[in-house]
């Protein structure tokens, strides 16, 4: 799939038809997404209508916006007009449709983007795998034999797999930056309540926040600076790095490490720094997560607990059952941790760390080793975003550039407000060849075994 | 819950499971104790991982 900003540019100056990339997502969608299951609900009335509309607008002299023509996807927790939202949920399959857009996708339209689909999740946003009882394991498309990553697995897969450039997730703990790390795309998770939220299932109102997914710097930045209402100045400044030690490099993939000390060596060094008490800081947002979340669901979980994917269940009513002053005492840690992040950041302006400890675990059998234990990916795979989003910083996941490997990601924080030079930092690396995309393996894209429909495939409740 | 930290592995058994939940409200499947259980046991131990305030954490606090 061409890149967002080419597609805008190409449409804005007549040369191709937002219809024509239109058709090329859907396409590429029914005839590939057997593969990854990437995809709940193929939205192609609505596409080619939003497409023609842009066309419209281009035949009668009109500027459609800087995303005119770009073909994207949300997770399915974003609200459709006209659709059930589901957050991956298949007790509320049947939920009342959406009265309107989500307010994300109507600044995303409002710039000349094309919806084409929604995306798959873990239920309820609860997970860090996108395993998903109801609608199925989404895949990695660098190896099909590995997960994607979650909850926002299905958008990233969307986006590796070359079906979409752009589409939207959300990140509560990490599950923007570890499905982009997985899957070896770019994620924003932006500074915590940055980007409009109307119109998104909440999980944990305390760290909830929206953000894209794309396959360059370039692409996330367009689409950050839809969603915040307009371009940010450019700093032109250095920026002072250093490299998150300590917590954040127990037990990590050496092959990550030493690509984050590729990027010290680069740039002329970038000291390890260590943020203090971020063990208790990940504690205390898994508390505050189980607590919220339990809280949230408990109505729905006295009436139709077993509606729920067990795994999200059993979890949500353990939350349910803690103690308030659990919660306080993890809410009060929580603004002295943010405290001693901010003293770090009077001497660095961006600090480097790894997204995840290691490549995508296997489908099969999907474990971590974590301190010589053996855990559930589904639940600790945000072990290093998890104390980030705890304290709502700004941080941008990146793919160290390894091609013929499995991606391996790296998260680029700042201080709150901050995204800007996170944002100038990768453009950085990207030009200097240290972070990027790359295809998966050849056969990957390739449509093989794909005879079987794809409505036949996806055959759970696509309205259309 | 609250006697996490040092409780004996039974407070985490099926009837005592139900009863607190009983009282807050929640009558829990008897399908979903043993997986309760298990989240309940996790959370005990991030609970044990935050811990208390420090000292510097309650002047923090009061200096808030």
Known sequence: ????????????????????????????????????????????????????????????????????????????????????????????????????????????????????????????????????????????????????????????????????????????NGSIRVPASLTG?????????????????????SFDDI???ARSVADLRLAWEVLRGGPAPISGEIPRVARLGGWFRDGVDPDLLAGIDRIADAIGGAPLVELPDVARARSAAFLMTAAEGGALHLPVLREKAMAYDPATRDRLLAGAMLPASVYLRAREFRSCFLDRALDLFEHHD??????????????????????????????????????????????????????????????????????????????????MGLIGTFPPPAGEFAATNLHQNWDDHHDRGNPQ | MNDADDAPSQVWAAPAIATWAGLIGIDIPAACLEGVAVNLQLLAEHNKTLGTHSLEELEHDAGA
């Open chain 1, 211 to 213: 953000g894209p997914f």
């Open chain 1, 350 to 431: 961006v600090l480097v760390c790894p997204a995840t400890p290691c490549i995508a675990p296997t489908v099969d059998d999907p474990m971590i080793e974590l301190g010589g234990k053996f855990v559930p990916a589904r639940a600790h795979l945000g072990i290093l975003t998890q104390p980030l989003s705890f304290i709502g910083l700004p941080v941008i996941s990146a793919p160290l550039l390894r091609p013929g490997k499995m991606p391996l990601g790296i998260q680029i924080v700042g201080a709150p407000g901050c995204e800007n030079r996170l944002f100038e930092f990768a453009e950085t690396l990207e030009r």
């Open chain 1, 1 to 172: 799939m061409t890149p967002a900003h080419e597609i805008a540019a190409d449409v804005r100056r007549g040369y191709r038809t937002a219809r024509s990339f239109a058709d090329q997502a859907v396409a590429a969608i029914r005839t590939s997404d057997r593969r990854y299951n990437a995809v709940t609900r193929l939205l192609e009335q609505r596409a080619f209508a939003e497409a023609d509309r842009v066309d419209a607008q281009i035949a009668g002299g009109g500027d459609p916006g800087p995303l005119a023509g770009v073909p994207y996807c949300v997770k399915d927790l974003f609200d459709v007009e006209g659709l059930p939202t589901t957050a991956g949920a298949a007790l509320r399959s049947d939920a009342t449709p959406a009265h309107s857009d989500a307010k994300a996708i109507h600044l995303l339209r409002d710039a000349g983007a094309v919806l084409v689909a929604t995306a798959n999740m873990d239920e309820f946003a609860y997970g860090f795998a996108t395993i998903n009882a109801h609608y199925g394991t989404t895949r990695n498309p660098h190896d099909i034999a590995r997960l994607a990553g979650g909850s926002s697995g299905g958008s990233a897969a969307a986006v590796a797999a070359g079906f979409v450039p752009l589409s939207l997730g959300s990140d509560t």
């Open chain 1, 185 to 205: 795309v770019y994620g924003l998770k932006p500074t915590h309540d940055a980007l409009p939220m109307d119109g998104v299932f909440p999980f944990v109102a």
